[in-house]
């Protein structure tokens, strides 16, 4: 079946330099997606608009977060609940500077992760076999026994000369990321939960989701307050020319 963008201009246009890539990874997701259950039986002919283009609709509000150029700051992305690569394969194949971490728990998931972390030569990106409650419980036993002090090159150690496709297990170290993205994992009311503990001070969650977004914010309100949300923000988020846009929910903590 025939992807309806497949050589379109649209795809240089939103990727760049991540193009090639991007293509790779869609020629993987059209010929092995569906067989290892990553893609629904009707996806085929739109995996670069449901799938990437959407996934990719994340990276201005991204832009938005990361330091200049100029500082040696690194930034630390979590993307939770991966599945086939959305939207943390597109995003890391987008910030190649930016270290990502794939949290996925489902074992046959992370093998495509990281297959795809290996072709697609991101190494920036590793994969995390977890689920967010065993990295939220390391991310407080790390706070208490550091006493809050966080030294930077120990916290950073190992995600620098990482191999492709490697599936390395959260250090001792581990500190919380500045940014948490993810792409229909849960509900608000349960998401607020899963995510917001693992963000640093002053983090940012970033989150695809439909139209019922702003009700599911206010659905939600008491959980995002319990979980250190301080603000909170529905954006219309373009995916492409001519195609429909999306929604993204933004949460900041204290």
Same mark, same amino acid.
């Given at each position: 079946?025939?992807?309806?963008?497949? @050589?379109?201009?649209?795809?240089?246009?939103? #990727?760049?330099?991540? /193009?090639?890539?991007?293509?790779?990874? @869609? +020629? &993987?997701?059209?010929?092995?997606?569906?067989?290892?259950?990553? *893609?629904?039986?009707?996806?085929?002919?739109?995996?670069?608009?449901? @799938?990437?283009?959407?996934?990719?609709?994340?990276?201005? #509000?991204? +832009?938005?977060?990361?330091?200049?150029?100029?500082?040696?700051?690194?930034?630390? *992305?979590?993307?939770?609940?991966?599945?086939?690569? #959305?939207?943390?394969?597109?995003?890391?194949?987008?910030?190649? /500077?930016?270290?990502?971490?794939?949290?996925?728990?489902?074992?046959?998931?992370?093998?495509?992760?990281?297959?795809?972390?290996?072709?697609?030569?991101?190494?920036?990106?590793?994969?995390?076999?977890?689920?967010?409650?065993?990295?939220?419980? &390391?991310?407080?036993? #790390?706070?208490?026994?550091?006493?809050? @002090?966080?030294?930077?090159?120990?916290?950073?150690?190992?995600?620098?000369?990482?191999?492709?496709?490697?599936?390395?297990?959260?250090?001792?170290?581990?500190?919380?990321?500045?940014?948490?993205?993810?792409? /229909?994992?849960?509900?608000?009311? +349960?998401?607020?939960?899963?995510?917001?503990?693992?963000?640093?001070?002053?983090?940012?969650?970033?989150?695809?989701?439909?139209?019922?977004?702003?009700?599911?914010?206010?659905? /939600?309100?008491?959980?995002? &307050?319990?979980?250190?949300?301080?603000?909170?923000?529905?954006?219309?988020?373009?995916?492409?020319?001519?195609?429909?846009?999306?929604?993204?929910?933004?949460?900041?903590?204290?």
């Amino acid at each position: 079946m025939t992807d309806q963008l497949d @050589h379109s201009p649209i795809i240089s246009e939103v #990727f760049g330099d991540a /193009a090639g890539k991007m293509e790779l990874f @869609h +020629k &993987k997701l059209e010929d092995e997606g569906l067989i290892r259950g990553l *893609i629904g039986p009707r996806d085929g002919d739109i995996i670069w608009e449901r @799938h990437i283009l959407n996934s990719a609709a994340l990276v201005p #509000f991204i +832009k938005e977060m990361l330091p200049d150029p100029e500082t040696d700051r690194q930034v630390t *992305i979590g993307d939770v609940g991966t599945g086939g690569g #959305f939207p943390g394969i597109v995003l890391a194949a987008c910030f190649p /500077a930016v270290s990502f971490d794939l949290i996925e728990p489902m074992e046959r998931r992370c093998e495509w992760l990281a297959e795809m972390v290996d072709m697609l030569q991101l190494t920036n990106a590793t994969v995390v076999r977890a689920r967010t409650e065993e990295l939220i419980s &390391k991310k407080k036993e #790390f706070s208490r026994t550091s006493g809050g @002090h966080v030294d930077s090159s120990r916290a950073n150690a190992g995600r620098r000369g990482r191999k492709p496709g490697s599936r390395q297990a959260q250090s001792e170290h581990f500190n919380g990321y500045d940014i948490v993205t993810c792409r /229909a994992v849960a509900p608000m009311t +349960k998401l607020a939960g899963m995510t917001l503990p693992l963000l640093k001070k002053s983090g940012r969650l970033i989150a695809l989701k439909g139209k019922s977004a702003a009700a599911e914010l206010e659905k /939600a309100r008491k959980e995002l &307050k319990k979980n250190g949300a301080v603000s909170t923000r529905v954006c219309q988020a373009p995916v492409a020319p001519q195609l429909e846009p999306t929604h993204v929910v933004i949460v900041q903590v204290r």
